[in-house]
């Protein structure tokens, strides 16, 4: 037997309606970490974002906070998946220098 979702009421545990603190800090975070600590604040947003997305699917959020929740997690992993692979190429660019010179030197 399956049963119809759309006849029963959308029962949500809201307080406020409006927008949630959540979803605004994980969008703000997202956006400052392009400018200012870009590896912490992606985190932050990345976070921030997920637990705003978490109380969404458990209606104790606002549905309307969606979009905003997950701009801001996923400029928080873009951000932070930016600055990992940036260390890896720096680390391998050294790796590289380091081998190459003492061999261009030596010859």
Known sequence: ???????????????????????????????????????????VAWILGAIELSDIKEKKSSPENRSMAMAGMWLGIINVALVILTIIVIFILILFFAFAIPFVISN
């Open 1 to 43: 037997m399956q049963e119809n979702f759309s006849q029963h009421p959308q029962n949500y545990n809201i307080k406020n309606t409006g927008t949630s603190e959540k979803a605004l800090l994980s969008l703000i975070f997202g956006i400052l970490s392009f400018i200012v600590l870009p590896f912490i604040f992606g985190i």
